[in-house]
T-cell receptor, first 109, second 114 residues
Framework: GQQVMQIPQYQHVQEGEDFTTYCNSSTTLSNIQWYKQRPGGHPVFLIQLVKSGEVKKQKRLTFQFGEAKKNSSLHITATQTTDVGTYFCAGDAGNMLTFGGGTRLMVKP | DAGVIQSPRHEVTEMGQEVTLRCKPISGHNSLFWYRQTMMRGLELLIYFNNNVPIDDSGMPEDRFSAKMPNASFSTLKIQPSEPRDSAVYFC????????????FGEGSRLTVL
């Protein structure tokens, strides 16, 4: 079945440093979604990418969808303590979303 | 809109007992999903419904787990009998589209089986 892998599993950064998490699918995706889960909270939708090579920005967050539509990345510029949480990608291979294992981001003030 | 509503938020029970988790999706959403989250296995899709019909239950661990959606505004996930390894956070999510667009998650039900 479809597998979605995310790396790294954990990332500690100093406040102000950049952060990137990568997502790779075993199959070509029709779209990919990103979610953020704060500690003790529930996943909250951030964005959906649909087109090959698509790049979208939300303030300090930049999302990319690979040309082959099998990988994606989320980059945060100048992290803040409010960015703490686990970031999940979720790949849609046509009928169902498969979540990656998530990257837990910890930010030291 | 109230969002996806789950109950109970916390449940502590003893091994062998029946557990019923409840979910009210966002009004107008036609897809409903049950996920289980643990440290070891991450977010696992257990089952999803479209227009109240179960579409894929391949993620349901075993016969001890069952899910129903008797109408568009209510779903249950039942575990009978419960076991300690069922301890997890169970999330319900709903979506407007199929295949899913944005998933709206409830706050989750944290289950502890002693």
């Amino acid at each position: 079945g479809q597998q979605v892998m995310q790396i790294p599993q954990y990332q500690h950064v100093q406040e102000g440093e950049d952060f990137t998490t990568y997502c790779n699918s075993s199959t070509t995706l029709s779209n990919i979604q990103w979610y953020k889960q704060r500690p003790g909270g529930h996943p909250v939708f951030l964005i959906q990418l649909v087109k090959s090579g698509e790049v979208k920005k939300q303030k300090r967050l930049t999302f990319q969808f690979g040309e082959a539509k099998k990988n994606s990345s989320l980059h945060i510029t100048a992290t803040q303590t409010t960015d703490v949480g686990t970031y999940f990608c979720a790949g849609d291979a046509g009928n169902m979303l498969t979540f990656g294992g998530g990257t837990r981001l910890m930010v030291k003030p | 809109d109230a969002g996806v509503i789950q109950s109970p938020r916390h449940e502590v029970t003893e091994m062998g007992q029946e557990v019923t988790l409840r979910c009210k999706p966002i009004s107008g959403h036609n897809s409903l999903f049950w996920y289980r989250q643990t440290m070891m296995r991450g977010l696992e899709l257990l089952i999803y419904f479209n227009n109240n019909v179960p579409i894929d239950d391949s993620g349901m661990p075993e016969d001890r787990f069952s899910a129903k959606m008797p109408n568009a505004s209510f779903s249950t996930l039942k575990i009978q009998p419960s076991e300690p390894r069922d301890s997890a956070v169970y999330f319900c999510a709903s979506s407007l589209m199929r295949p899913p667009g944005e998933l709206f998650f409830g706050e989750g039900s944290r289950l502890t089986v002693l």
